[in-house]
């Protein structure tokens, strides 16, 4: 008869335990830092999938949409962008779903649910399984509005400065 040792079976049960809550510790602190990491980077970060639900998003893209996280997971573009931006956001999305390509590109986004209008630099890039097929993609906006609102001032005023004749620049209210 084989003898069963049970003392050294405990023994080693008990010593693979202490190894997976080793493990999962530091998985949870790994999970953690990288939460704060995205939370409070200064761009708007999300994961959609291949129908463009969001997986993931930031704390800086939950603030412009002004809605808790649970409200905006598995939610499309289409509950919070305006037409023209939808349209925007979903060619480019195609590119990187369909296409498997890295986009990099301006965006300017017309938010419904507070009505700000930002144009961001955004960059997206597809997420493969271990088989290489896409299943989602990353993107970083870091938003760019009043660079390009200076850029169009700078260019008005060189126009205005080229200009043999007076000029006189004024906003929409005439003022």
Do not use: W
């Not at 405990?10 to 939370?39: C, M, P, V, W």
């Not at 369909?98 to 209008?117: I, M, S, Y």
């Not at 930002?118 to 271990?130: A, H, I, Y």
Request: glycine share 8%.
């Amino acid at each position: 008869h084989p003898t069963f040792d049970a003392v050294g079976t405990f023994a080693g049960f008990n010593r693979l335990l202490a190894i997976l809550a080793q493990r999962e510790e530091a998985l949870k602190y790994g999970e953690h830092k990288l939460s704060t990491i995205l939370d409070n980077v200064d761009a708007f970060i999300y994961v959609k999938d291949t129908e463009g639900r969001y997986l993931f998003a930031n704390r800086r893209l939950l603030e412009l949409f002004g809605l808790p996280i649970d409200v905006v997971m598995g939610h499309g573009d289409e509950s919070f962008f305006d037409a023209p931006t939808l349209a925007q956001l979903r060619r480019n999305d195609h590119q990187v779903l369909t296409g498997g390509q890295t986009v990099k590109a301006d965006e300017t986004n017309l938010t419904l649910l507070n009505g700000r209008t930002k144009t961001c630099l955004s960059v997206k890039l597809p997420l493969r399984n271990d088989a290489g097929d896409i299943y989602a993609l990353c993107g970083v906006s870091t938003d760019i509005t009043a660079r390009k609102q200076a850029e169009e001032e700078r260019r008005i005023g060189a126009i205005a400065f080229e200009c043999q004749e007076g000029m006189v620049v004024m906003d929409a209210s005439s003022t």
